[in-house]
């Protein structure tokens, strides 16, 4: 009969045990020094050790010829697995106070070889209350010849009392480079073929349990019939390779509904997890964030970051934080739905129309009425988003005072501003006249000054008030500088115009921030690479400008409002 390889390759001593190296210093050092104390607690994840560790710390005890911590593998407590000296209780199944009393009047029972008996129960925060008062008597004052090794995967359920007398011994998640080494000595003896790439999946998707990432290699060994690949994990995983992720992620930021709907209804017909899929997307997103915010940082920890840097210039850190917060409240609504395909559609197209929710202090809060008829309601209302100039909304009205005479609120609220062509033909004009103004006056002396005072706008982003546009500073870089204009430089023209339409506010968080007035302008990395080697070969000649134009007129000027996207979204449902 074929045994499953995580019975197969069950460690049988302490120096097979891997990512547990506290844990086994501390039992290796406590028996070789006698200091054995008379009831542990082993507390952690599925999967990370805590039963074999107990069977070892069994056999360890009882041995004969115990040598450096090491069993001699020859007594009778090292051969025989049915050792009467060593009780596995189940408390899952065996968890009123009839089987506790019965433990409580067998211990008083001597060895049968060794020199302890030892009382392995696993799951023990499933006993009832009862069942612990029974045991707490005998865990208090043991015999002497009796240790007790409580495992379980939630000690916040055990009572203080029975805590308080066991010895602690918190077992953490494996590393992945620890279940990667334990995963390669086990297809090398097995004589499998895998790729590096199928074992570091494994590893990932786990989540620090071994005994998951060995039943997830016994499982490909059954799906495949050669080679097995990182495709092949993900296949048996209902999840996605990170290029396949990566795609999804490109098609939710670049707004393609139609395409999104298509490939989830594609997973659907392919068995995907949902809720797995969800998980790997705020993964993704996670990432994406540390590698825009903290790059060195991530990329020393991570190493293969190619696949992050695309993505990374599309999309802001605001909307990588709000799409994290929807994600994860989908995932709390997803453990108590059957129907998690819609839960996550749904989460993509509020993640994908954010002109229908409105951002106060980060918070994401649905819109009053989703039907057709508040639509028709709502277009002679503010739409807010986190792209445009702040503005009172229609719902924040004084109490017993008319409805005409909005209330001013007290947070900001960013409302999607749509410009014309004709404003936008005006706004590259402003963007023209500002670039030549600042390398007319440029001082390398003030830039160098100023760069760490943008670099600690940091510390503003839980401002409620200005942090939305704190934001959209922070994702550029300050290049060039005058002592009354600023030019910023995006990866991407997507970020660089989303600075400049949101110019006025900006304008007004760096005056509040610095205590000093500039005029700002935005490019992105392309166009700055072309003004660099101008100005810096003298190619042509900068002169400044006075401005004669007056923006808040230019934008509410130009502003339109467009609703066609959201009524296709409600039709297309």
């Not at 339409?501 to 760096?510: D, F, L, P, S, W």
């Not at 339109?560 to 996207?565: A, E, H, I, R, V």
């Amino acid at each position: 009969m074929y045994q499953a390889l995580y019975r197969k390759y069950r460690p049988q001593t302490l120096e097979e045990v891997g990512g547990q190296d506290t844990i086994v210093k501390i039992i290796k050092n406590s028996i070789n020094k006698g200091k054995i104390n008379h009831a542990y607690l082993f507390a952690g994840p599925r999967g990370t050790g805590k039963t074999s560790i107990a069977k070892i710390f069994a056999k360890m005890v009882n041995c004969e010829h115990l040598k450096n911590g090491i069993p001699c593998g020859k007594c009778v407590s090292c051969t025989q697995t049915n050792n009467s000296d060593t009780i596995e209780i189940d408390a899952a199944s065996n968890n009123g106070v009839d089987e506790i009393r019965e433990l409580r009047n067998n211990v008083n029972l001597v060895p049968s070889y060794g020199k302890y008996k030892v009382y392995i129960i696993d799951e023990v925060h499933m006993l009832t209350t009862g069942a612990f008062n029974a045991l707490l008597k005998t865990l208090e004052e043991p015999p002497a010849h009796i240790i007790f090794i409580l495992a379980t995967t939630d000690p916040h359920k055990i009572p203080e009392t029975i805590l308080s007398r066991c010895q602690r011994l918190d077992f953490k998640k494996i590393s992945e480079n620890s279940i990667v080494k334990r995963l390669k000595d086990i297809v090398k003896a097995e004589n499998i073929t895998i790729e590096e790439g199928a074992l570091r999946e494994i590893a990932r998707l786990s989540d620090g349990g071994m005994r998951d990432s060995i039943g997830m290699l016994d499982q490909a060994i059954a799906y495949t019939d050669g080679n097995i690949t990182p495709k092949d994990i993900h296949d048996i995983n209902g999840t996605l390779t990170a290029e396949s992720l990566k795609n999804l992620i490109n098609v939710i930021i670049t707004r393609k509904i139609k395409e999104i709907f298509e490939i989830l209804d594609n997973y659907n017909e392919n068995g995907k997890n949902f809720v797995k899929l969800t998980e790997e997307i705020i993964t993704f997103m996670r990432n994406t964030l540390l590698y825009k915010n903290a790059k060195e940082y991530f990329i020393g920890v991570n190493g293969d970051t190619d696949i992050y840097e695309e993505i990374s210039r599309e999309i802001t850190t605001t909307e990588i934080l709000r799409y994290i917060e929807i994600l994860n409240n989908t995932i709390l609504e997803m453990k108590t739905t059957n129907n998690t395909k819609l839960l996550l559609e749904l989460a993509i197209i509020q993640m994908i129309n954010e002109e229908n929710y409105q951002i106060v202090n980060h918070e994401i809060q649905k819109p009053v009425e989703n039907s057709i008829k508040s639509v028709e309601k709502q277009k002679n209302e503010t739409y807010v988003k986190e792209t445009s100039i702040t503005k009172p909304t229609v719902e924040e009205k004084t109490v017993d005072k008319p409805e005409e005479t909005p209330k001013e609120t007290s947070q900001p609220i960013i409302e999607k501003q749509k410009i014309s062509e004709e404003g936008k033909k005006e706004l590259e004009k402003i963007k023209n006249i500002r670039i030549d103004n600042t390398l007319a006056e440029f001082s390398k002396k003030h830039l160098q000054e100023l760069k760490p005072q943008i670099d600690s706008f940091n510390e503003f982003l839980l401002d409620p008030e200005i942090s939305p546009f704190i934001s959209i500073i922070l994702d550029g870089t300050l290049k060039a500088a005058s002592n009354k204009n600023l030019i910023f430089v995006y990866k991407n023209e997507r970020t660089s115009n989303l600075f400049n339409e949101n110019i006025i506010n900006v304008e007004k968080t760096i005056e509040k921030v610095l205590k000093n007035k500039y005029k700002v302008i935005a490019t992105d990395i392309n166009h700055w690479e072309k003004i660099k080697n101008e100005f810096n070969s003298k190619k042509r000649e900068y002169n400044y400008t006075e401005e004669t134009f007056n923006l808040e007129e230019l934008f509410n000027k130009n502003e339109t409002n467009d609703f066609s996207d959201f009524q296709d979204i409600i039709e297309y449902n």
